[in-house]
C-alpha cells in the first residue's frame, strides 16, 4: 500500500511538472560599475538583437545617470548611444529610455542643460531627447519646452517622463509635471502640480525663440495635454487628481464596431470615493488624429493659472468602479495586449489578494485572471500572441495562459527563487525572450542591477 502511495505521488509530481518547471537564465550583462537599468519600458530594438537601458543608481535616480547604453543580446557587446560627459548628482541626467518599434531610434528623459546644485533636475524640469543610432551622441529633442508667458501651441511648459512609442512609431506617450503649476503651488500654498498625460506626434516642428538661457528648446514634435486632472475632485465622481500608468492600447488603437481603430491610452486615475477618500481606477483617453483643434476646456498651451487643455476630440471614461467594494483601488501600469481589445491591470480579489484583471477598452466587467494566493507583485507585460501574460509573483517571474482551464493548467514559473527578485519584465517583438533586471553584489556589497535573459519556448 505505501508504495503505491508513493509511485500516485510521484505521477502526480510528473503531471504537475509544468506549473513548477524553469528555464535556464542568462546574465547578459556583468559590469559592477554601474546599473544597467530597463526601467520596465520597451527596451528591445526593433530586430530583438539589442536592449536599451540607462545607468542610474537606486540612491541617485534620474539625475545621476550620464549613459543610454545597449547590449546585444547574443554577444554580450556593449554600445553606448548617448553619454554626458559633464553630468553632476543634481544632474542634468538621461534615464528611462525606449526604442522606437520601426526604426533605430531610441527616447529617453533629459534633464536640462543648465541644471544646477540649486536649480537641480526635477520632474518639472526635464525633456524627451531622441537619438538616432546612425547618428549616436547627437540629441534630438522631440518635446518642445517654453516656460515664459505667452506660451506656445504644441510645446510643453514643464518635463515629460516615461516616454513609449505607439506601435507605428508616429506617437510619443508621456506622462507630465508642469512647471508653471509647481510655480503656482510654492506661491499658494494650494496643490496645482498634478501629474498628467500627453502625446507627441511626429512631423510637425514647434520652434522657440526665446531659449532663455536653456529654460526653453524647440521640438521636432508637436506635443498635447490629453488627460485634464483637478486638484479636489468632486466626491463620488469620474474626476481625477492624478493621472500616471499609462500605455498604448493596441499596436495601432482599439477596434471600433466600423472596423476601424482608435487611438488610445489607457492609465490609472485617482479619484475620491463618496467618502472622500482617494482611488485609482483604470481610464481611457482617446486620442483624436489631428491634436492641434482646441478642445472646450481651454487653451491648448494652457494659462498662468491653468494646465495646458485636452484637444478637441481628447476623452477620457473611467473603465473600472472599486472605489465602492470591500477592497478598492487599482495599480500598475495598465498594458494593452496588441490587438487593443483587452487591458491588463491590478487590482485585488474578493480576499485582498492583488490579481491580475483584463477589461475592455469599451468598458464591461472585468475578468480576473489569476488566482494565487499572495500577491502579484507586478511588471506585467503581454506575450505578442495576446494569449500570455508575464509578471512577477513571490520573487519569481510567472507566464499565465489567458483562457478556459484551471488557474494551475494555465500558470507556471519561468524562473526560480532567487535572493535577488527580478524586476522590470520586457518582451522581444517577436516573443522568444524574455529580459529583466536582477541585482548583484560588487566587492564593496552594493547592489548592481544586472540584465539578465531567458528564451521563451
Not at 530586430?47 to 543610454?68: C, E, F, H, M, P
Not at 538621461?94 to 541644471?115: C, T
Not at 513571490?394 to 524562473?415: H, P, V
Amino acid at each position: 500500500m505505501k508504495k503505491i502511495l508513493v509511485l500516485l505521488f510521484l505521477i502526480y509530481s510528473i503531471s504537475s511538472c509544468k506549473n513548477m518547471s524553469t528555464l535556464p537564465e542568462k546574465q547578459l550583462t556583468s559590469d559592477l560599475n554601474y546599473n544597467h537599468d530597463l526601467d520596465n519600458n520597451d527596451n528591445f530594438s526593433p530586430d530583438n538583437q539589442w536592449l536599451v537601458y540607462d545607468t542610474r543608481t537606486d540612491a541617485g535616480g534620474i539625475s545621476i545617470s550620464n549613459k543610454i547604453e545597449k547590449v546585444n543580446v547574443k554577444t554580450g557587446e556593449k554600445k553606448v548611444l548617448y553619454e554626458i560627459t559633464d553630468n553632476h548628482t543634481w544632474g542634468p541626467g538621461a534615464a528611462a529610455v525606449s526604442y522606437s518599434p520601426v526604426d533605430f531610434s531610441v527616447v529617453f528623459i533629459h534633464g536640462l542643460n543648465n541644471s544646477t546644485e540649486k536649480n537641480p533636475y526635477q520632474q518639472w524640469r526635464r525633456t524627451g531627447i531622441m537619438v538616432n543610432e546612425k547618428n549616436p551622441g547627437q540629441p534630438i529633442y522631440m518635446d518642445a519646452r517654453n516656460v515664459d508667458s505667452p506660451f506656445t501651441v504644441g510645446a510643453l511648459r514643464g518635463g515629460t517622463h516615461r516616454h513609449e512609442f505607439s506601435g507605428d512609431g508616429n506617437w510619443i506617450g508621456f506622462t507630465y509635471n508642469d512647471a508653471i503649476m509647481h510655480s503656482l503651488e510654492e506661491k499658494t500654498g494650494e496643490k496645482h502640480n498634478l501629474r498628467t498625460i500627453g502625446v507627441s506626434k511626429r512631423n510637425n516642428k514647434v520652434a522657440i525663440a526665446n531659449l532663455n538661457n536653456g529654460e526653453n528648446n524647440s521640438g521636432e514634435w508637436y506635443s498635447a495635454i490629453v488627460v485634464k486632472v483637478t486638484a479636489n475632485p468632486a466626491p463620488g465622481s469620474d474626476e481625477i487628481s492624478n493621472a500616471a500608468g499609462d500605455s498604448w492600447v493596441g499596436k495601432i488603437g482599439y477596434p471600433l464596431k466600423s472596423g476601424a481603430f482608435q487611438m488610445a491610452r489607457g492609465f490609472i486615475g485617482s479619484v475620491k470615493d463618496k467618502k472622500g477618500n482617494l482611488v485609482n481606477e483604470v481610464f481611457i483617453v482617446d486620442i483624436p488624429n489631428d491634436i492641434t483643434k482646441v478642445g472646450p476646456l481651454g487653451p491648448l498651451e494652457g494659462t498662468m493659472q491653468e494646465m495646458p487643455a485636452p484637444p478637441l476630440g481628447a476623452t477620457q471614461r473611467r473603465l473600472t468602479f472599486t472605489a465602492e467594494t470591500s477592497h478598492p483601488g487599482c495599480v500598475g501600469v495598465v498594458r494593452s495586449d496588441l490587438s487593443g481589445k483587452n487591458l491588463a491591470y491590478l487590482a485585488s480579489d474578493a480576499n485582498g489578494i492583488k490579481q491580475i484583471f483584463t477589461i475592455s477598452p469599451e468598458g464591461g466587467t472585468p475578468k480576473q485572471i489569476t488566482e494565487h494566493t499572495s500577491n502579484v507583485q507586478g511588471f506585467v507585460r503581454w506575450h505578442p500572441d495576446g494569449k500570455h501574460l508575464f509578471y512577477v509573483q513571490e520573487g519569481r517571474i510567472a507566464q499565465c495562459e489567458i483562457g478556459a482551464g484551471s488557474f494551475t493548467d494555465r500558470m507556471k514559473y519561468l524562473t526560480a527563487t532567487n535572493k535577488s527578485e527580478p524586476t522590470n519584465i520586457v518582451v522581444s517583438h517577436d516573443g522568444k525572450t524574455l529580459a529583466f533586471n536582477r541585482k548583484v553584489k560588487d566587492p564593496k556589497g552594493q547592489d548592481i542591477k544586472q540584465i539578465y535573459f531567458i528564451e521563451l519556448p
